[in-house]
């Protein structure tokens, strides 16, 4: 991918020496039989950029994202057919993957689109008078060191994205403000949340997007306070598995409301080779869906052919997954862009470009940066920035021209390293205190909060965290501070190795995020303990946290080595179980079954016997029982539950596990075995269910409860106190499960558990189940064609679910 935002000059593209696309630049695929090419509807015309002007003596490189387009227009041109088509609403949905190796141009090239817009084409085949068709490029990355500290970061990080180019808008399109404010609303509302939340750019920004106008809603209806917590519909209670669907549901609801003619959306994802599987299956849901709206999907992700780094097995295996998952797209017309390296005489067109140079001027130098780079558009930035840096290539004042010593060149390129040596060598470098200002930005992530990393990078308890003890003595470290700080961040983003955006910084390429990281001299994993640390101290550790998923983890990257005692294990333990509520709450089930598994890890058998500890050995143990149940593995969900019932001190610290267990059953389609166990499991708390009754037992069920309903006024049922009693919380949400599991196993005991729940509701008041108690008990009533006591019950039940309709 490219460190800067995209520019092709005007210059380039009429270009006296340009030539065709080399065919080992790169090569376009479709996953199915390509669809029929409509005649093109638009011209793609270039937007003005500021410096189009400046066409006086070049003393500086060409921009980098420049050179890594160089020798692609072929692609770009086919970027721009797919992009009109997914403009189209009558047609198939798009999407393109971008793959090549590490600085080919993936990100440069899907970032282009941003740079152009859609003309209506006219008969004679120019543009006419009509405004153009608007779209807007949004992207987000995985992170190859930090998948942890935000649930679905991509998807958030292009949201967010959106909602600054909108905001910035505000004054012109009236249109795009209030599509993205429809957006956000219903089940979008989800998406606002998890962006609140966020340590990502603007969040501040985002924050104010709608909470205002909730705030106002909340005052004008106090049952929405009653609504929110009754029904915990953002809280743990809800079920993982629903929690992911509902995320599902919350992206294509914004896309659908977003994604209009008027303003459409380029979605573009990088860096797929490090995805996560929730971020992964999120997105297979979002392609999956079959109205998406004007909507292109972008991905990009690195072959790794030949890569040695320590972590490219797992990113082989990802881009294996990738593969595997480009084939699950049903409902989508897929396109794959391969990118290669460029060959010589391409490079050298580049080299000449770069100096305002005619090719055959400057042959020895482009044979010889060709030859250390082997036409790597990046490396061959790096590769020239060196050569500058060095000097072996400066502008002479009094000639107006550039000016090389080729000695000096050929000591640069002969190094016998490979092709990042020239990123290492800027980064060694740095002055210290730049240099620490990088490696510390390199541990947190590829984007950074500013604020957190002016925390950081200040503390005196973390000054030697990246630094060498001989640098802190003779001083060659300025003290922490704040004026120390913006310093260090001036020089990195003139070096290009930083980049602001919005409240963060990030790096330019995910190349220079991994060789600034690869040279930190000291232990890496004591320096992610010492940060987990220090997050915690300084933000807490608990849900309200901001950086609390970061400090896990920080803390949890140390590795067991970093865990020195009793004390730090158990600190860690409580860390992950706080962690993994506020994943579950965020709806990322995969993340709250990693920080689950690194609390399990640490409990030892004697904490079993530990007063102090047993109850959150147990509840570790108990949650993640439950996360790997939902996601499918049941291996995992059976080791757990095996521990519990083995461990437990007495029966009702295993209810959890038998209903978990029970679930694992009725996922098996084995109802029998499903139904005993939650049957046992309800009894321990006291609610004694007949596993298999009669139908005359259950018609008497019915109307027992029905009596009891008709005592009760409507307003008497709508103000039900809340259950306090916890073992009476746990039994309505077992048997609003085994009513959902009995349905095709015995409908009998269905009907017993709807009386129940609602007989529950009626003696200890409403929860979260109430409005599904009331309303399947009203399907009850319905059956024995009750109807105007169904039709009662089940206003009842939708007032308790929307108490403001």
């Not at 067109?349 to 250390?372: F, I």
């Not at 940060?531 to 949890?556: D, H, R, W």
């Not at 409580?574 to 079954?593: F, I, M, T, W, Y």
Request: aromatic share 6%; net charge negative.
């Amino acid at each position: 991918g490219s460190p800067d935002s995209i520019e092709t000059s005007a210059e380039h593209q009429a270009s006296p020496h340009k030539t065709p696309a080399p065919t080992m630049s790169g090569s376009i695929s479709t996953k199915v039989t390509k669809q029929e090419e409509a005649k093109p509807r638009f011209v793609w015309k270039r937007k003005r950029r500021q410096d189009d002007d400046n066409s006086t003596g070049q003393k500086k490189l060409t921009s980098l994202s420049s050179n890594l387009l160089f020798g692609r227009e072929q692609e770009v041109q086919e970027l721009q057919r797919i992009c009109e088509i997914a403009m189209d609403q009558d047609q198939p949905r798009q999407a393109c993957f971008v793959h090549g190796p590490s600085g080919s141009g993936k990100t440069a090239l899907c970032r282009e689109l941003g740079q152009w817009t859609m003309a209506p084409k006219g008969d004679d085949g120019n543009s006419t008078a009509a405004p153009p068709q608007k779209f807007y490029l949004v992207e987000g990355k995985f992170d190859q060191y930090d998948s942890h500290s935000m649930p679905y970061a991509p998807i958030i990080q292009s949201l967010q994205s959106l909602k600054a180019q909108v905001d910035a808008e505000k004054d012109t399109n009236a249109s795009a403000v209030e599509a993205l404010q429809r957006a956000f609303q219903d089940e979008g509302n989800l998406l606002f949340e998890l962006m609140k939340h966020s340590t990502m750019p603007d969040d501040e920004s985002v924050h104010s997007v709608v909470v205002e106008e909730e705030e106002e809603e909340a005052e004008d209806h106090p049952t929405m306070n009653r609504r929110d917590s009754s029904l915990s519909r953002r809280g743990s209670d809800m079920n993982l598995m629903m929690a992911s669907k509902r995320m599902g549901m919350a992206v294509n609801h914004f896309l659908r409301e977003f994604g209009t003619p008027e303003h459409g959306l380029v979605i573009f994802i990088d860096d797929f080779q490090w995805s996560d599987p929730s971020t992964l299956d999120l997105i297979l849901t979002i392609l999956n869906e079959t109205n998406n709206g004007c909507c292109l999907f972008l991905g990009g992700f690195r072959d790794l052919d030949g890569e040695d780094n320590d972590d490219t097995d797992d990113a082989c295996r990802n881009v294996h997954d990738i593969e595997e998952f480009i084939g699950q797209l049903d409902n989508t017309h897929v396109a794959k862009i391969c990118l290669n390296n460029l060959d010589e005489s391409t490079v050298a067109e580049l080299v000449a470009k770069s100096y305002n140079l005619q090719p055959q001027e400057c042959a020895q130098v482009s044979a010889a940066v060709y030859g250390r780079t082997l036409g790597n558009p990046f490396y061959v930035q790096q590769c020239l920035d060196t050569l500058q840096r060095t000097k072996a290539i400066e502008f002479n004042l009094l000639e107006g021209r550039w000016k090389w010593d080729m000695k000096q060149i050929l000591a640069n390129t002969s190094v016998a390293e490979n092709v990042a040596y020239y990123v290492v060598q800027k980064i060694k470098s740095m002055p210290p205190h730049v240099l620490r200002l990088i490696q510390l930005a390199s541990c947190l992530g590829f984007f950074v909060d500013m604020t957190l990393l002016e925390k950081v990078y200040t503390s005196p308890i973390l000054l030697s965290l990246v630094s060498e003890g001989d640098q802190i003595e003779s001083n060659k470290i300025d003290s922490p501070s704040a004026s120390t700080f913006e310093k260090a961040v001036l020089v990195a983003e003139e070096e290009r190795l930083l980049e602001k955006v919005g409240r963060a910084l990030k790096f330019p390429h995910d190349r220079i995020h991994q060789a600034t990281y690869e040279q930190i001299q000291g232990d890496c994993r004591m320096i992610h303990y010492e940060l987990g640390c220090f997050l915690c101290e300084v933000y807490g550790e608990t849900s309200k946290s901001p950086f609390i998923l970061l400090a896990a983890a920080q803390m949890n990257r140390g590795g067991c080595e970093c865990v020195t005692s009793d004390s730090v294990r158990l600190h860690l333990m409580r860390l992950n179980l706080e962690a993994s509520h506020v994943a579950q709450k965020r709806s990322a089930g995969g993340l709250a079954g990693e920080l689950l598994s690194k609390g399990v890890d640490l409990v030892k058998e004697e904490d079993w016997m530990n007063n102090d500890v047993y109850s959150l050995a147990l509840e570790l143990h108990k949650l993640l029982a439950d996360t790997k149940a939902t996601m499918g593995e049941f291996e995992k969900s059976n080791t757990c539950i095996s521990t519990v019932l083995e461990r437990a001190r007495q029966p009702e610290d295993t209810v959890d596990v038998l209903a978990v267990k029970g679930r694992i059953f009725n996922f098996q389609l084995d109802d029998q075995n499903c139904i005993d166990l939650y049957c046992k499991a309800l009894e321990i708390i006291g609610i004694k269910m007949i596993p298999n009754p009669s139908w005359a037992r259950a018609r008497l069920e019915i109307l027992k409860t029905l009596r009891q309903t008709r005592g009760w006024s409507d307003n008497e049922l709508l103000s039900l106190t809340p259950i306090v009693d916890k073992k009476i919380k746990k039994a309505m949400k077992l048997l609003t499960q085994l009513t959902m599991f009995s349905f095709g196993g015995c409908q009998p005991l269905m009907v017993s558990c709807s009386c129940k729940l609602a007989q529950l509701s009626l003696k200890y008041g409403s929860c979260a189940q109430t409005a599904f108690a009331f309303s399947s008990f009203a399907s009850c009533v319905g059956a024995m064609e009750r109807l105007q006591d169904s039709h009662r019950l089940s206003d009842i039940a939708i007032e308790f679910f929307y108490p403001d309709r």
